[in-house]
């Protein structure tokens, strides 16, 4: 990834190797995402173009989002052709939202975010789009965090990680007007990364300071502090720190339930992590949390799977939660004493 610190203007020859390693990453990401949902699109035609096979670059179709039956049948070559069309479209009228933006990673007719392999190879269509804007210029920065959330949620995390370590260096680099707001987005991520990798200790420090950061710079009832909050949890929760994740959760949780509503992804991980502190709580395993537990995972699990597509990755993480914390609470019963409550 150290192709990624690389600023413009560049000679020649290194704007030519940087550009064939970003489309060689690119190829390779659509192929592999092809391959990943082969089974499930075969037959079908893209909802954008209409074809079975791109008609330039001759890939398959894709299939990472909560769209049902025959709808969400798409190649990445026709996304990143319609996203960075509108997103052109918008620069000329300096007029670029989030709404056009989210193109690159959202989809079109169930407005739910792709996830997987397919995430993966638009963050790689996004970045060879984009890679030789200024480093100081705003679509280069979204471009570059697309590209490590791609890759962190097709579980290339240590690819990930240079790319977060690159985009750090080069915020605090550069400064100046919202660099302490982006510094922290940055922050999150690496931390999200070091937890994956299994580096807990930095994963804690790094999301105690961004929660700290966020609360003072946006309030508690920003979206950001939210998501700040529920990274601090979980990786308390990965440290065996139930109590203090418990905490942390119970007072940000009503906050999310607010602002953002019953069945945004964030609220929906919040009750999530919430069970699972109940269920892990060392403080003698209490019957009444442990059952809390189950009934919160069962509604949290119906929900995301309505929200979000059995396909979700995350529908087979809580689903296991769910299992387990209801064997959990078998166990429990069986060892309550006769006539106990």
């Known amino acids: 990834m150290a192709e990624l610190a690389t600023n413009a203007p560049a000679p020649p020859w290194l704007r030519d190797r940087v550009g064939h390693i970003a489309q060689q990453k690119y190829d390779e990401a659509v ?21 079975a096979l791109h008609r330039h670059t001759k890939e398959g179709l894709v299939r990472g989002c909560a769209c049902h039956t025959t709808e969400g049948f798409v190649h990445v070559s026709c996304l990143a052709e319609q996203a960075s069309m509108l997103v052109a479209e918008a620069l000329e009228k300096n007029n670029l939202d989030r709404k056009v933006w989210d193109l690159w990673h959202t989809c ?28 100081w210029d705003r679509i280069r920065g979204l471009a570059m965090n697309m590209l490590g959330d791609g890759l962190f949620k097709a579980d290339h995390h240590e690819d990930a990680l240079s790319v977060y370590e690159a985009q750090l260096s080069m915020l605090r680099r550069l400064g100046g007007p919202g660099s302490e707001r982006s510094i922290l987005i940055t922050q999150g991520n690496l931390a999200n990364t070091y937890q994956i990798l299994g580096r807990l200790e930095e994963a804690g420090h790094t999301c105690r300071d961004i929660y700290r950061g966020c609360l003072k710079l946006n309030g508690e009832e920003d979206e950001s502090t939210i998501r700040a909050a529920l990274n601090c949890a979980t990786s308390f929760i990965s440290l065996q720190r139930f109590e203090e994740a418990k905490s942390l959760i119970r007072k940000m949780m009503p906050v999310a339930q607010r602002v953002l509503g019953q069945e ?17 709580t060392t403080a003698a ?33 809580i689903e296991e939660d769910l299992r387990n914390a209801r064997a959990a609470l078998r166990a429990r019963e069986e060892a309550q004493p006769s006539g106990d409550a």
């Open 108 to 135: 079109g007719l169930c407005k739910q975010r792709y996830h997987g392999e397919a995430l993966c190879a638009l963050g790689w269509a996004c970045w060879r789009t984009y890679l030789w804007r200024p480093e």
């Open 264 to 280: 945004n992804y964030l609220t929906l991980q919040m009750r999530w992590n919430h069970a699972r502190t109940l269920s892990r």
């Open 285 to 317: 395993r209490a019957f009444d949390d442990i059952r809390e537990a189950v009934t919160t995972l069962e509604e949290t699990e119906w929900i995301m799977r309505r929200v979000l597509g059995g396909a979700h990755p995350s529908i087979a993480r």
């Open 31 to 51: 192929t592999t995402a092809v391959e990943a949902c082969a089974e499930d699109t075969k037959g079908q035609t893209c909802y954008i173009c209409h074809q």
